[in-house]
């Protein structure tokens, strides 16, 4: 049985997965409601396991696995997210997650992954990683555009489409807003567009936000 923080800035999914994970043996040793705490608990408890949304305030959770990698975090991350599987799966397996679970899946499939990240194995769901190859082998634009954007503009571009402005992101991100601005750009470029409210609407269309 392991020792697992629990990340997700709502409190119903928390109580469900603490239930859950403690019926099958496992300690909560802290939880947390968005990335910046995050980083801070899993930094002083050092647990066997993370449970990681993607979707939190402060730092959202492609920004928290990156800082786990860059920092040599020695944790296993399950993250467990609404956002499409064809556009995150992947993108959470560069970026050092073990394992990979949508919110749309029943929750009691979390005990089957947990047990299997902290036996040294990976679980990135059968179905998510057939989409995926899917994706990947025909030409969708959704696929294409995915893959062109960074960590840190697909992060940029949730926080536009909260409705913050370049000084607020870069409050956030611990960034200039010039390097914002930067974002920003390369974002309308790599849409194919000049209007913000466009570029939103586009990234919800294919599931990036």
């Not at 040793?29 to 608990?41: P, R, W, Y």
Request: net charge neutral; hydrophobic share 45%.
């Amino acid at each position: 049985m392991g020792s697992i923080v629990i990340v997700d800035d709502h409190p119903l999914v928390r109580v469900a997965l603490k239930v859950i994970l403690e019926r099958n043996g496992h300690h909560i040793v802290a939880e947390a409601d968005n990335g910046v705490d995050a980083i801070q608990v899993v930094r002083t408890h050092k647990p066997d396991l993370v449970i990681l949304d993607l979707d939190l305030p402060q730092l959202d959770g492609l920004s928290v696995l990156t800082h786990f990698k860059a920092n040599n975090f020695l944790v296993k991350t399950l993250i467990l997210t609404s956002s499409d599987s064809k556009n995150f799966a992947v993108r959470c397996l560069h970026g050092g997650a073990a394992g990979f679970i949508c919110k749309d899946e029943a929750l009691d499939e979390v005990g089957d992954a947990v047990k299997a990240l902290l036996s040294g194995h990976t679980y990135f769901p059968e179905s998510s990683l057939l989409l995926l190859q899917e994706s990947i082998h025909t030409n969708q634009m959704q696929s294409i555009v995915a893959s062109q954007l960074t960590n840190r503009e697909i992060t940029t571009l949730r926080l536009l489409a909260q409705g913050l402005n370049n000084r607020e992101i870069a409050a956030t991100l611990l960034i200039s807003h010039k390097t914002v601005s930067t974002y920003k750009v390369r974002l309308l470029k790599k849409f194919n567009t000049t209007n913000l409210l466009a570029l939103i609407e586009i990234a919800r269309q294919k599931g990036i936000i």
